[in-house]
């Protein structure tokens, strides 16, 4: 590890001026490339105390032996310069997002004397025209057999082609009508590259004039009595509507724009993008990265426009850029996307309408794409055995964690306090054993004690398992062989298991325990333990907020490799158990805000609470119901009814119900207050029913 006082430039050496700068290691190998406004200040920034440098910064300055800088003359330049370093040397430090050569393209060969229309992936060559790209290369070829009606271009390879010059028969589709058959003279090679260019002014978007022109051919054909032409031209419109209808509209203003969506969490994150033209989508694709650097949402968006605009020139970059946030500085990013197209290019965060919605659906697409990525991640057998090696390399356990438990306190400025179990196995998470508590020892917000409290709980119901299995061992010495106890006897495996096979509530006990915390959180579950007389269970915490491991008894925390997947692992199991505690929590706290006077009618359930709702349209106007009218809903008897009257008696007398959205007194039409039917009514009769919805 070098110490970055060693090769820090001198004092005044750095200009200060725009440019871009290289970090070199021990062997010369270029690890981080950036750019700066103004390098001198950029650089000083490296070169200050490591302890207030993020980790991931300071792990690329000491791993860096030396670092060279370039001066140019503006922040475009700069930017010039950085793509193309990053893409030449491969820094290690940089954000890289994974190659998108998978990705088909339906690619128009215009740089041949005969246009050819085919699926292509890898690089874009110059002079062919691309449109894209797909998910799928079968989405292509649908498209293809659809528009070849209108627009026969030669489809086939060069091997065919030239067998059909010599020998003077088209292929198969020049016989049915989609190809114009230019190997054998049909059309000249005018007429075939006219087609070529009609079929690629449909294919980014200029769609109403080729439909016009058909459906006009059409009727002088009716008219002319030529109906099986007329008939040719019909199904050729609706092939053409057809392929239309595989990119429905999404902004009807006919943009032309790229939409840029991030989903990200601490070690990775996932981009998307829509290329929307002529308002309709016509190509996906997307990223996914590891986060090695420190970098913001606006980062990450200028390395995704870096990577799909790096290379492009002309229309290819659109005249609308949306994004989620906005690099900073945004000038020359916006002056880099302008000169690469020629004209000006907007970049710009949708704020409304058609554009923001879409947007939306972006995003959505952008999570799922993550989450699939790190499913993938998961399930692999090998990944999962190497993080679990790690984290016990990392934490100085005798073995591998087969066992994780992880804990994580929830509640809403101290009100509903609960905490959640999540329990991964082997890697993977085992749902069935995850467990729910509520704190009960104290009220109010304390989440150290309230750590304390529930792994005090549970190993309590831990210890108690273990006493049952040890006296029943002693009862029957010689049953069959199980599973050996913490003291070495052997336990009858079906002691640990409920009838139907499955494992009794608190019988097995982890290798590590992990909590949601740093040094507070893992000395309150340690001093549980210790307090339990238990010490063959290891604990640690992971910190939110720069991915620490923290261990009872040490200062500092543990600090895993960025690229380590124990660090993954971890973070998979931390988020679990937030995800699965604030569900509960919110469980609990929309229970409590629905609480109301019917909720005081024993058996009457959620069905008949619902029916009487719509029967009525309004609590109020079941408060008002007499016994006979309430008798009248299906499913409620007299019995019923006459307890839900006694329930509205006992509660306070209603107030009036407010429209939350505008803060006025719902009047229904006699001049007295009320909800409206539809929508979830609101109830006047409770204090809790009158708070709305939830935060």
Not at 39 to 62: C, E, G, I, K, W
Not at 272 to 296: M, S, Y
Request: hydrophobic share 35%.
């Amino acid at each position: 590890m070098a110490d970055p006082s060693s090769y820090r430039p001198k004092p005044g050496q750095i200009p200060d001026s725009p440019g871009v700068y290289r970090f070199r290691d021990e062997h010369r190998r270029v690890i981080y490339v950036g750019k700066a406004k103004s390098l001198r200040q950029r650089l000083a920034s490296y070169f200050q105390d490591l302890a207030n440098l993020h980790p991931r910064t300071r792990t690329m300055v000491t791993t860096a032996a030396s670092v060279e800088w370039t001066v140019v003359s503006t922040e475009v330049e700069a930017l010039q310069l950085e793509y193309s370093w990053i893409k030449e040397y491969d820094p290690r430090f940089n954000v890289k997002y994974r190659d998108d050569k998978s990705y088909p393209y339906l690619a128009v060969t215009m740089n041949e004397d005969f246009p050819r229309v085919q699926v292509m992936r890898g690089q874009k060559k110059k002079g062919v025209r691309y449109f894209g790209p797909y998910g799928h290369a079968w989405a292509i070829r649908d498209t293809v057999d659809l528009l070849l009606r209108v627009f026969p271009v030669r489809t086939c390879s060069k091997g065919v082609f030239k067998n059909a010059e010599r020998t003077g028969r088209p292929c198969l589709l020049g016989y049915i009508g989609k190809c114009s058959a230019p190997c054998v003279g049909r059309v000249t090679p005018d007429e075939h590259r006219e087609l070529a260019e009609e079929f690629c002014d449909f294919m980014t978007g200029r769609t109403g004039t080729y439909i016009r022109r058909l459906e006009k051919d059409m009727a002088a054909a009716a008219d002319e009595m030529e109906y099986e032409r007329a008939a040719r031209l019909r199904d050729d419109i609706e092939a053409l509507k057809k392929a239309m209808e595989k990119s429905a509209v999404v902004l009807t203003d006919a943009t032309d724009a790229d939409l840029v969506a991030l989903a990200e969490d601490e070690l990775e994150a996932a981009v998307q993008i829509f290329h929307v033209r002529g308002g309709r989508v016509r190509g996906q694709r997307g990223w996914v990265t590891d986060k090695v650097e420190a970098v913001t949402s606006g980062d990450l968006v200028e390395h995704a426009l870096q990577q799909l605009y790096g290379e492009e020139t002309g229309d290819a970059v659109p005249k609308e850029v949306l994004v989620p946030a906005l690099p900073d500085p945004l000038e020359p990013v916006q002056a880099w996307l302008t000169e690469r197209r020629g004209a000006n290019v907007s970049l710009r965060i949708p704020q409304r309408g058609d554009k923001k919605a879409l947007m939306e659906t972006v995003h959505r697409n952008a999570q799922q794409s993550l989450v699939l990525h790190k499913t993938k991640r998961a399930s692999d057998l090998t990944t999962r055995s190497r993080a679990l090696e790690e984290i016990a390399a990392a934490l100085d356990l005798d073995s591998a964690p087969l066992r994780i438990e992880c804990y994580d306190i929830s509640h809403l400025q101290g009100d509903d306090v609960v905490a959640s179990m999540v329990v991964f196995e082997d890697g993977l998470a085992r749902k069935s054993e995850y467990r729910r508590f509520e704190i009960k020892g104290f009220e109010g917000q304390d989440d150290v004690r309230s750590m304390h409290e529930v792994i005090t709980r549970r190993f309590k119901r831990y210890l108690s398992a273990q006493e049952k299995s040890r006296e029943w061992s002693d009862e029957e010495p010689d049953s069959a062989a199980g599973a050996e106890g913490a003291d070495g006897t052997i336990v009858e495996e079906s002691r640990l298991t409920e009838d139907d096979g499955r494992p009794k509530k608190f019988a097995y006990p982890p290798q590590l325990v992990v909590v949601d915390g740093g040094q507070p959180q893992v000395a309150a579950a340690k001093r549980a333990l210790d307090e339990l007389g238990i010490d063959d269970i290891a604990v640690c915490g992971l910190a939110k907020r720069l991915e620490e491991v923290w261990v009872p008894d040490e200062e500092d925390p543990v600090v895993l490799p960025r690229t380590s997947e124990g660090l993954y692992l971890l973070q998979r199991v931390r988020d679990e158990a937030h995800r699965f505690a604030i569900t509960y929590q919110r469980s609990k706290r929309a229970k409590r805000f629905r609480a109301g006077p019917l909720d005081e009618v024993p058996g009457l359930g959620d069905s008949r609470k619902q029916a009487l709702l719509k029967h009525f349209g309004s609590v109020k106007r079941l408060r008002a119901a007499t016994i006979d009218q309430i008798c009248e809903v299906p499913g409620i008897g007299r019995k019923t009814a006459e307890a839900i009257v006694a329930a509205f008696a006992q509660a306070a007398p209603a107030a009036p119900a407010v429209n939350t959205a505008t803060g006025e007194i719902i009047e229904e039409e006699d001049g007295t207050t009320d909800v409206p039917t539809g929508g979830e009514p609101v109830s006047a009769g409770a204090p809790e029913e009158r708070r709305g919805q939830e935060p």
